[in-house]
């Protein structure tokens, strides 16, 4: 059974802030790995992808990734009340489906 | 990225009816999937659905509870059936974008609510 694992929720920061999300997969051979947001009552959006080990920074978005560590994270900086949502954690497998954590709901605080 | 339409956007369901859920897709793509997001839960891929074939189904899900019809590359549905309101859910569709390297995009889904 592939696992993705998140960091259970909710998480509050204050505006400004910065954000840490931080997920854990079981799937050995995941080579790519995407990071989605889902505001409530939405479909899950993609904000970022990361293939290779380190950092990839895309605007106050980013992602890090340790493969050895079958760690992935995800950094939001300058927090924004406007980032409160659920982001979803879901590496690509290789069975080359995506597999979903169960999310972490993030409210920032004005 | 790809634009899919899918609709209807939700529904009320009398147990033990069905209900199809389509998927419209701008473009041409190999594969569409299937995603299931019980109220407070993640996504469950349900199953993937490629043209010309028979679809291929998750473990727990199975295809008279949920066939689905892939008849071109720019369109899907989902059906559900016989349903009881452990069926409320959010259904969605989605695609992967370059063959999966750079994601999948969703559909903005289905919200089922069955009484």
């Known amino acids: 059974q592939k696992e993705v694992e998140q960091n259970s929720g909710p998480l509050s920061v204050p505006e400004g802030a910065i954000a840490s999300l931080n997920c854990t997969y079981s799937?050995?051979?995941?080579?790519?790995f995407f990071w989605y947001r889902q505001y409530s009552g939405k479909s899950p959006e993609l904000i970022m992808s990361i293939y290779s080990n380190g950092d990839k920074e895309d605007g106050r978005f980013t992602a890090q990734l340790n493969k050895a560590s079958q760690y992935v994270s995800l950094l939001i900086r300058d927090s924004q009340p406007s980032d409160s949502a659920t982001y979803l954690c879901a590496p690509r497998g290789s069975n080359y489906k995506l597999t979903f954590g169960k999310g972490t709901l993030l409210t920032v605080n004005p | 990225s790809a634009v899919i339409s899918q609709k209807p956007s939700r529904d009320i369901c009398q147990r033990g009816t069905s209900l199809t859920i389509q998927c419209q897709v701008d473009s041409q793509v190999t594969m569409m999937f299937w995603y299931r997001q019980q109220p407070g839960q993640s996504l469950t891929l349900i199953a993937t659905?490629?043209?010309?074939?028979?679809?291929?189904?998750e473990s727990g899900f199975v295809i008279d509870k949920f066939p689905i019809s892939r008849p071109n590359l720019t369109f899907s549905t989902l059906t559900v059936s016989n349903m009881s309101p452990e069926d409320s859910s959010i259904y969605l569709c989605?695609?992967?974008?370059?063959?999966?390297?750079?994601?999948?995009?969703f559909g903005s889904g289905t919200r089922l609510t069955v009484v």
């Open positions: 989605s695609v992967e974008e370059d063959e999966g390297a750079y994601g999948y995009t």
């Open positions: 659905a490629n043209q010309g074939s028979e679809a291929t189904y």
């Open positions: 799937d050995r051979g995941s080579q790519s």
